[in-house]
């Protein structure tokens, strides 16, 4: 139960983040029965980890780590840390 509440108060940090095109929207949360739900924005499943760096030139790295910044700043913005920064995490088009 103790992670039920703290996947709860997760998600309506998410829910309070508004839209912002570098952060994944998180529509809404629910519970049922034991289970808790996120509804979230698709975003893809191309990670950062996936992308082989030889493929992608200096323009399109810089390019990423201003689009990277732009979210961070948008969330702390919001008082809300990522703490789990990793290149698992971060999403590419």
Known sequence: MEKLAELEKEAALMEGCAFHPNVVTCYYSFRKDNDFHIMMEYAGHRTLYDVELPLIN??????????LCLGLKHLK?????HRDIKPKNIIVS
Not at 77 to 81: A, D, F, G, H
Request: charged fraction near 25%; hydrophobic fraction near 45%.
């Open 58 to 67: 200096d323009k399109q790295i810089v390019n990423l780590i201003i689009q």
């Open 77 to 81: 913005s919001r008082k809300i840390v």
